[in-house]
């Protein structure tokens, strides 16, 4: 493993950012979504758009849709090793 370096650079993305980048990569629309998470569409381009917070339980419904864990949308620029040394 030492001829591996680790990467240095880093690109910050939000919470809602995280969504779409989840959504997109599944080819759903967001009214594809909506029904399969029972969230309204509008509620969803909001949070996509930063307009409105995520919230641990539409974290959930989001995650059940998109089939990954809710901490992969709720924590999605969280660091490791930035948390370990504060």
Not at 22 to 48: D, F, K, V, W
Not at 51 to 77: D, M, T, W, Y
């Amino acid at each position: 493993m030492s001829e591996y370096q680790k990467v240095t650079q880093t690109i910050e993305v939000s919470v809602g950012e995280s969504v779409k980048i989840i959504r997109q990569l599944q080819e759903m629309s967001q009214n594809e979504l909506a029904s399969a998470s029972g969230i309204p569409q509008s509620t969803i381009s909001a949070i996509e758009c930063c307009r409105i917070n995520l919230g641990v339980e539409r974290a959930k419904q989001l995650a059940r849709a998109l089939k990954c864990h809710p901490a992969v949308l709720l924590f999605s620029g969280w660091d490791i090793e930035q948390e370990s040394a504060a």
